[in-house]
């Protein structure tokens, strides 16, 4: 059985301690897992990367598989999308859970629409100020991007601007999609956006669960990746 190989979001969700529960219900179904930490987080980068970066980075870790599962969550699913489409035969099934990469385009515009209005009306020394910048990466939803510093900041900067859209066709591979209903992180129509462009791809909505269903309701995940997988 192939391995599934497990990349996780942004902090605090790359604690490997948080998916113990989740990680044991598959070990316990027989499925070998590999839980992957991603550089810059456990160790730091020395310059920034693009998402392409963690793409290349991905391949050698997988590199021995024939075909590999990936499970990814957050960015982490950003990037097994990415990978998914540019590596389709080294992909066997892949597994997304509340998945990044798609912005809210048109609240993003009106939002930055109405913030920049607002600050040009309180002259520029405030406008660029560190208060006002971080006010700004709160309003859309890149709380991650202020608790980062240095080099993964800039990384962060780069995959917050990556969209995956266009790779969701050139996925061939069956996929399940994992969504909590109450997801305020990545709103469910992101979800059902993902399932709709991805040619082979079923979408499960988690009642009660937020943006990390795998840690809060573990067991649950778990049987909808092990009877996907099966």
């Known amino acids: 059985m192939p391995t599934i190989y497990i990349l996780h979001g942004w902090a605090p969700n790359t604690d ?13 179904a027989g499925f070998k897992v590999k839980f992957l930490s991603m550089p810059g987080f456990e160790v730091q980068l020395t310059k920034a990367w693009t998402l392409q970066d963690f793409v290349n980075w991905l391949k050698g870790e997988i590199e021995a598989e024939e075909k ?21 035969d080294k992909i066997k099934k892949l597994v997304l859970i509340a998945n990044s990469g798609m912005r809210d385009k048109v609240l993003h515009k009106r939002l930055k629409r109405i913030f920049f209005y607002v600050l040009s009306k309180l002259g520029k020394p405030i406008a660029k100020s560190e208060r006002i ?4 990466y709160t309003l859309i939803g890149a709380e991650d991007y202020l608790a980062a510093t240095g080099p993964l900041r800039e990384t962060m900067g780069n995959v917050l601007k990556d969209e995956i859209r266009k790779d969701l066709p ?11 209903r109450s997801d305020k992180v990545t709103p469910p129509k992101h979800g059902r956006f993902v399932a709709e462009n991805i040619k082979n ?30």
Request: proline share 4%; glycine share 10%.
């Open 68 to 88: 590999a599962i990936l499970l990814g969550h957050s960015f982490g699913g950003q990037i097994a999308i990415r990978f998914a489409s540019q590596y389709p």
């Open 201 to 230: 791809a079923e979408l499960k909505i988690v009642s009660g669960a937020r943006h990390s269903p795998q840690f809060t309701h573990a067991k649950e995940v778990a049987v909808l990746v092990t009877q996907f997988l099966r």
């Open 16 to 28: 490997g301690e948080k998916w113990r529960s989740f990680l044991g219900f598959l070990e316990g």
């Open 133 to 136: 910048r971080k006010a700004y």
């Open 170 to 180: 050139k996925i061939i591979c069956p996929t399940l999609v994992i969504w909590g």
